[in-house]
């Protein structure tokens, strides 16, 4: 199931991963700015209209009201409202430490200096409509705003054929903090958050995953407002030991692949009789999923294994490759999570299966894909925040160092820079 490549090959594993990454293309593009410009100036005539083109339904109220909220959450189950509750528990504790403070620095002379953490004023989080409902992905994308101290928390979502949202991320949406639903989709949502309509007030970001078409408005609307990321397909990738569990790693493995045809699977191991097993097992275990179709052309094309001479040479590869989700299946994972600079997430040991944080432990899944946790980082309170510095400086503090400032002004031949301080100094009045 999985296809080995020789480790003196790794650049193929490279090439079989940015293969997976496809750009939006201009004809899509062409038709999320129609969308974008049509709501931009028709507001919410425009979003009745592709709301009844798309979504099949005919809505005289976006808004939905606390007693559709209500009437959503009785629909839900017990058990599943518990198993949200501790799971947003768990999401707060974690992002709470996240939280930075604003600083004061003080100076000679009265000078002092700093920098204010200040929150968003309004996010819009998108949520997906259609057979996949995924409440989990509001918690992650809710609760790191309301903990960065964000007063207006909106949420995005298409309406079934009766015009009503899924019961289930109604209370996920309540639960996390959010203060406005609107029953809209598609680039048509996006727009609304980005510019604002007659009943839908814009915000000054935009989060959450949605089709091609709500990828390519966010790229179009960035720079009014800002956005999280454009997400590529779902990956995962395993570094395990001998003594790893072939049937723990395999299940690992095929939680990802049964995201997307796209999406890739990942063994690293210094064990070839490990990797024997783990194909072994994800036959038997994919053979009875739902997703049988998509996870097997998911390690058809993208599902791929290394044998390496070492755990260290594992972690070297899976640096070059920076996954999504990260999995030390070994022995002693603390040993080498400090070798691992490369990750959007890492889950330690041969219990911690990623599932625990698509959902439960309280770090965020929304990660970093198509190797941009080199450069980027998961979703938290850092993404919901800004930050303002100040800075005072007394006249005593000018006199003695202004000259300084005039010089550096000067030289890149800004005169009135140079003005705006010389004019403030003691001896301005005899030099002119």
Excluded: W
Excluded at 141 to 168: D, S
Excluded at 304 to 320: G, H, L, T
Aim: charged share 25%; hydrophobic share 40%.
């Amino acid at each position: 199931m999985l296809t080995e490549i020789r480790k003196e090959n790794r650049k193929e594993l490279r090439t079989y991963l940015d293969s997976r990454s496809q750009e939006i293309s201009a004809d899509i593009l062409t038709k999320a700015m129609n969308i974008l410009t049509d709501v931009r100036e028709n507001g919410d005539a425009a979003l009745k209209k592709y709301t009844k083109q798309f979504d099949g339904v005919d809505l005289s109220e976006f808004k939905v009201s606390e007693e559709e909220i209500d009437e959503a959450e009785s629909l839900c189950s017990e058990d599943f409202k518990t198993a949200m509750r501790k799971a947003a528990d768990n999401i707060v504790y974690f992002h709470k430490a996240q939280v930075q403070q604003s600083y004061l620095l003080q100076k000679e002379m009265g000078i002092y200096l700093g920098q204010r953490v200040l929150p968003l004023e309004s996010v819009g989080i998108y949520v997906p409509g259609g057979r996949a409902q995924y409440p989990s992905s509001v918690l992650m994308n809710a609760i790191p705003a309301k903990v960065a101290g964000v007063k207006r928390i909106v949420m995005v979502t298409p309406p079934n054929k009766e015009g009503k949202i899924n019961p289930n991320i109604a209370f996920a949406a309540r639960l996390a903090g959010v203060t406005e639903i609107y029953k809209i989709g598609g680039a048509q949502a996006v727009g609304a958050l980005a510019y604002g309509t007659e009943s839908i007030p814009s915000v000054d970001k935009i989060v959450g995953p949605g089709n091609i078409f709500v990828a390519a408005a966010k790229k179009l609307v960035y720079g009014k407002v800002a956005i999280d990321m454009i997400a590529g397909p779902s990956e995962i990738l395993v570094v395990a030991d001998e003594g790893a569990d072939p049937a723990f790693v395999a299940a690992d493995l095929l939680s990802q692949a049964e995201h997307d045809p796209m999406a890739s699977a990942i063994l690293l191991t210094v064990s070839r009789d490990l990797l024997a097993r783990v194909n072994e097992e994800l036959k038997k275990q994919s053979a009875v999923l739902p997703k049988k179709e998509i996870v097997e052309n998911s390690l058809r094309d993208y599902g791929k294994a290394i044998v390496c001479d070492s755990i260290e040479e594992c972690i070297d590869f899976a640096n070059a490759i920076a996954p999504e989700h990260l999995e030390l299946c070994v022995s002693d994972p603390m040993r080498y999570l400090e070798q691992v600079v490369n990750a959007g997430s890492v889950f330690l040991g041969y219990y911690t299966c990623e599932s625990i944080g698509d959902y439960f432990g309280g770090t965020n899944h929304v990660l970093p894909t198509s190797g941009t946790a080199r450069f980027s980082s998961a979703l938290g309170v850092d993404a919901f925040i800004k930050k303002s510095s100040f800075l005072h400086y007394t006249k005593e503090a000018l006199d003695a160092y202004g000259k300084y400032i005039v010089t550096m002004a000067e030289e890149e031949q800004l005169r009135a820079h140079a003005n705006a301080a010389r004019i403030r100094m003691k001896d301005y009045g005899k030099e002119n």
